[in-house]
């Protein structure tokens, strides 16, 4: 019984442990104009669970290794 218990806690660990451990960090604006991040799996995931996204912000993953990706410019957006 102890063997199957610990069977089923490793095979539960294994199969959480890589959607925890791909996730990326993702920037949005929020309803008051301020840049924030917020880690996820995937970049709709991190539009659904984002706190307090402002309407027609999207999201930009800031974990892109590509060279010619271009930083997040500024701490905040005005008109939000």
């Known amino acids: 019984m102890k063997t199957l218990l610990l069977g ?5 660990a294994a199969v ?3 959607a925890v451990s791909f996730a990326d960090t993702f920037a949005y604006v929020n309803t008051s ?7 996820a ?6 539009i659904l669970t984002a706190p ?4 027609h ?3 930009m ?3 892109v290794s590509n ?11 005005g008109g939000v």
Request: glycine share 8%; hydrophobic share 45%; net charge negative.
């Open 16 to 18: 959480v442990a890589p």
């Open 67 to 77: 060279s010619t990706a271009n930083p997040v410019a500024g701490q905040s957006v």
């Open 41 to 46: 799996t995937t970049a709709n995931q991190a």
């Open 57 to 59: 912000s999207g999201v």
């Open 8 to 12: 089923s806690l490793a095979m539960a």
């Open 33 to 39: 104009g301020d840049v924030q991040t917020m880690d």
């Open 52 to 55: 307090n996204i402002a309407t």
């Open 61 to 63: 993953d800031l974990n």
